[in-house]
């Protein structure tokens, strides 16, 4: 019930933008002045805001050279958002509206509980120790260096 | 028998990852954990899975039902470095091709 109700008021929502446009006949990709107000004045942050500007982190190659240009920000007038300040929430799926969890989404969700299982080893890795017996060696490209060797021979 | 063959598959990727951590390991002068490595090859096998499964479509939207360079090459997209260094590598690949095919 409420859902639907929801649901109507946005469709309401995107009517009366369309309308609006109708009205004005605004086709310009750009805002009409009326526009330009209410962003202004409603969304628009400015300096009085007292919040800092967003902006999404940009992560260079760390094993390639890297071509695109990394600007900058000073960090006092903006605030970069982050995508693992909050990890520790991240091993369960979070709710969806429209837009349902992709396979790579879960891939990333089982990745992170698998962490979180291993969190607390000390030494041994429960998952070397579950998988190293199913090596087949004819399937691994075997290294010239010895150290490589001693990885399988070490258990 | 299908768990098996997974199993299989993610000891030889879980080998391997080992092997280039090590290499990583020796020239950053850092170590990694057995679990963080276990971590890496865990998101490695997974990773194939959606590059699998994006080099399918990408070569369907193609109309063709052979997985090609030009598919690979969309996997890399989204960074122009990358995007550089897998183009290089495929033109290394294709040259050194051609010089096979003339030695024959």
């Given at each position: 019930e409420r859902r639907s109700s929801s649901l109507q008021h946005k469709s309401a929502l995107f009517?009366?933008?369309?309308?609006?446009k109708q009205i004005h006949g605004h086709e310009s990709w750009s805002l009409s002045p009326e526009e330009y107000e209410i962003w202004d004045r409603l969304y628009r942050i400015k300096e009085s805001d007292g919040v800092k500007e967003l902006i999404l982190p940009q992560v260079p190659f760390?094993?390639?050279?890297?071509?695109?240009?990394i600007s900058k920000h000073e960090e006092e007038t903006t605030h970069e958002l982050s995508l693992s300040e909050w990890r520790i929430w991240q091993n369960r799926p979070f709710p969806t509206s429209m837009v349902d969890h992709s396979d790579r989404c879960y891939h990333f969700i089982s990745v992170m509980e698998m962490i979180e299982l291993m969190r607390h080893e000390q030494g041994d890795c429960s998952y070397e120790l579950e998988i190293q017996p199913h090596l087949r060696i004819e399937d691994v490209h075997v290294q010239r260096k010895k150290s490589h060797l001693s990885m399988i021979n070490s258990t | 028998?299908?768990?098996?063959?997974f199993q299989r598959l993610k000891a030889a990727v879980h080998y391997t990852v080992g092997c280039l951590c090590q290499d990583v390991a020796e020239n950053k002068e850092v170590q990694f954990s057995k679990q963080t490595i276990a971590a890496i090859a865990e998101i490695t096998f997974r990773q194939c899975e959606n590059f699998a499964k994006d080099l399918e479509m990408f070569a369907r939207h193609a109309k063709r039902s052979t997985v090609t360079t030009e598919d690979v090459k969309l996997l890399a997209r989204r960074s122009n470095s990358l995007l550089k260094y897998i183009t290089?590598?495929?033109?290394?690949?294709?040259?050194?091709?051609?010089?096979?095919k003339e030695k024959k």
């Open positions: 009517s009366c933008v369309t309308d609006k760390e094993t390639l050279e890297n071509l695109e240009e | 028998h299908r768990f098996g063959s290089q590598k495929s033109d290394e690949l294709i040259s050194s091709n051609m010089e096979q």
